[in-house]
C-alpha cells in the first residue's frame, strides 16, 4: 500500500505533488480540530454557561430566602389555626343545601358529603368555596341525575 502510494507521488509533476502535500497537511490540522479540539472547548463552554446560570439562580433563591421562610413560617401558623375539616364541611354543606345533606368521616382524613336533591351549579360553587376559602380538595366525586331536569344527587370526598 506504502509503494502504491510512493509510485502514484512520483508519476506527479511537482507542482501536483505540492498540493497533494498541501491537502495532506491541511487535514491533519483540520480533522484533530474539528472531531477533537472543538467538541471539547464546545463542552467547557457550555459547562461554563450552565454553572453561571445556576450561580445566578442561587443567589437569587438566597436573597429570597427570607421571604420563603416568612411565608413558610406563617402558612404552618395558620393550618392548626383554622377550624375542624368535619366541622367547616358540615356547616358549609348544612348552610348551602339544608337539610337533603349527610356527612360522615371516612378514614382518617376523608369525609364523605352525599347530597340530594340539588342544583348542580350549586354544588360546583360550594366546591369552588370549599377550595379556594377553606382549602379543602375534593379527593373523589360521584353524581347522577335526579328526576327533575337540573337536579343531581352527589356522593363527594374531601381532604384538607
Known amino acids: 500500500m506504502k509503494d ?34 472543538a467538541p471539547l472547548m464546545n463542552t467547557v463552554e457550555d459547562r461554563r454557561e450552565k454553572i453561571e446560570k445556576q450561580e445566578s439562580d442561587l443567589v437569587w433563591m438566597q436573597s429570597h430566602l427570607a421571604e420563603v421562610k ?7 401558623k395558620s393550618v392548626g389555626a383554622g377550624p375542624p375539616l368535619y366541622g367547616v364541611v358540615e356547616k358549609t354543606a348544612r348552610n348551602k343545601f339544608g337539610s337533603d345533606i349527610r356527612v360522615q368521616q ?14 348542580f351549579d350549586d354544588i360546583m ?36
Open 4 to 37: 502504491k502510494i510512493k509510485a502514484k507521488l512520483e508519476q506527479l509533476n511537482d507542482r501536483e505533488r505540492f498540493l497533494v502535500y498541501a491537502a495532506a497537511l491541511a487535514l491533519l490540522i483540520f480533522l484533530p480540530y474539528q472531531f477533537l479540539w
Open 70 to 76: 416568612g411565608l413558610a413560617a406563617a402558612t404552618s
Open 125 to 160: 360553587n360550594w366546591l369552588d368555596d370549599l377550595q379556594f376559602k377553606h382549602k379543602i380538595y375534593v379527593k373523589d366525586f360521584k353524581i347522577d341525575s335526579e328526576k327533575t331536569v337540573g337536579r343531581v344527587r352527589a356522593s363527594i370526598l374531601v381532604e384538607s
Open 106 to 119: 371516612e378514614g382518617k382524613k376523608g369525609i364523605r358529603i352525599q347530597i340530594k336533591n340539588s342544583g
